[in-house]
């Protein structure tokens, strides 16, 4: 069962309007992307890197099919995943699986910066996955906050959070 707080109820990140009542165009002004924060201070090996970005994108979107109650909405095809067409209305999260999976890694250099990045995410209802590493190959058996992924959003949204970061 997907379980999501109240706040990301209520955030509405439509740039579609549904094709079943006229639409089906995407709004000029929604380019979706994921945005992926690394942790630079760290400095993980590329594969670690990697492994880190690939929990958290994974994590995050998970999280969000739950959010919208579309957990369920896939077909598996011989080209990959395919998002069913269903009567729920567009959104940021379908737009970016059926028009393109933009994702953009960026750094911080401190977890002081990364929990700032998922505080500010959380109090405008938007979903980040905090990864935490357990520590067993890179940390000496600490747990070890690597990085972060918000959820598909519009460009303007995801550079309100994370514009100012420089690429990774």
């Known amino acids: 069962m997907c379980a999501v707080p109240a706040a990301v109820d209520s955030l509405s990140l439509l740039c579609y309007t549904n094709p079943k009542k006229g639409g089906g165009r995407m709004a000029d002004t929604c380019h979706p992307k994921m ?77 002081e910066e990364l929990l700032e990045i998922a505080d500010k995410a959380s109090v405008r209802g938007i979903l980040a996955s905090v990864i935490t590493d357990a520590g067993m190959t890179e940390f000496h058996g600490i747990p070890t906050k690597t990085c972060l992924a918000l959820e598909p959003l519009p460009a303007e949204i995801a550079d309100e959070l994370t514009g100012a970061l420089p690429l990774y």
Not at 75 to 84: A, E, F, K, V
Not at 85 to 106: H, N, P, Q, Y
Request: charged share 25%; net charge positive; aromatic share 6%.
């Open 35 to 111: 945005m992926i924060v690394m942790r630079r201070d760290l400095k993980m090996r590329k594969g670690k890197i990697a492994a880190q970005a690939g929990h958290a994108s994974v994590e995050v979107i998970l999280m969000a099919l739950c959010k919208e109650g579309r957990a369920g909405d896939f077909l598996l095809t011989p080209d990959g995943l395919l998002l069913t067409d269903s009567d729920k209305a567009e959104t940021t999260l379908s737009a970016w699986f059926r028009g393109g999976c933009a994702k953009i890694c960026v750094y911080v250099d401190s977890e």
